[in-house]
Nanobody, 123 residues
């Protein structure tokens, strides 16, 4: 059974940083692309970043460019989302997803999802 567990969310002031983790079990992440998505209240789930099997990053939200980075540790079967210079508009539930060989910005293309972790940016 595939399980993805996100952690690292919380309340942070504008300009602060958070590192989200997504730990996987029941699946070997080496063979899959990993995506981070977010969903703000009243909005659709949107792609943020994806990392390919060859560790190439693809940004799906322009707002994350220059502030967010994605990385993976295959030995730990874990993917990370480093978020810097956070702004209130980044407030959302953040999800990791996998199940695809290649990156996609469409949530519908991913088979496996974590339960999400809340990120709130507020002073």
């Amino acid at each position: 059974q595939v399980q993805l567990v996100e952690s690292g969310g919380g309340l942070v002031q504008p300009g602060g940083s958070l590192r989200l983790s997504c730990a996987a079990s029941g699946i070997t992440l080496d063979y899959y692309a990993m995506g981070w998505f977010r969903q703000a209240p009243g909005k659709e789930r949107e792609g943020v970043l994806c990392i390919s099997r060859s560790d190439e990053s693809t940004y799906y939200a322009d707002s994350g460019k220059g502030r967010f980075t994605i990385s993976r540790d295959n030995a730990k079967n874990t993917v990370y989302l480093q978020m810097n210079s956070l702004i209130p508009e980044d407030t959302a539930v953040y999800y990791c997803a996998t199940g695809r060989r290649y990156c996609s910005g469409s949530p519908r293309q991913y088979a496996y999802w974590g339960q999400g972790t809340q990120v709130t940016v507020s002073s």
